[in-house]
Nanobody, 129 residues
Framework: QVQLAESGGGSVQAGGSLRLSCAAS???????????MAWFRHVPGKEREGVAS????????FYSASVKGRFTISQDKAKNTVYLQMTNLKVEDTAVYYC???????????????????WGQGTQVTVSL
């Protein structure tokens, strides 16, 4: 069973930056094969929102409208790690951020509606004025 571990969350002022990391265990799901790895965020009382995803095989990336131009998803294949660089953070970016993984086709659903089999535990991002 794959294990995903997020890190890098914290508190920052509006306009600041953070970089989140999602490390997948070496003995993970579909190791060595292309996957779809995605970042979601959740605020209590609201729907979970997909923000960015990447097809690890060819590097194709996808972003929600709310973060496009401010967030960048990237990967380090050697480290089995996906990153989310967040810049120009806004108060409304405050949430628990989760990474998730599944087969590449999961990246191609509208509004991040693909099924993701495995999820990390989440990391809190708090943006204040």
């Amino acid at each position: 069973q794959v294990q995903l571990a997020e890190s890098g969350g914290g508190s920052v002022q509006a306009g600041g930056s953070l970089r989140l990391s999602c490390a997948a265990s070496d003995s993970s799901y579909r190791a060595g094969r292309s996957n779809c790895m995605a970042w979601f965020r959740h605020v209590p009382g609201k729907e979970r929102e997909g923000v960015a995803s990447i097809v690890t095989g060819d590097g194709s990336t996808f972003y929600s409208a709310s973060v496009k131009g401010r967030f960048t998803i990237s990967q380090d294949k050697a480290k089995n790690t996906v990153y989310l660089q967040m810049t120009n953070l806004k108060v409304e970016d405050t949430a628990v951020y989760y990474c998730a993984v599944d087969v590449p086709s999961a990246c191609f659903y509208d509004n991040f509606g693909g099924h993701f089999s495995y999820w990390g535990q989440g990391t809190q991002v708090t943006v204040s004025l």
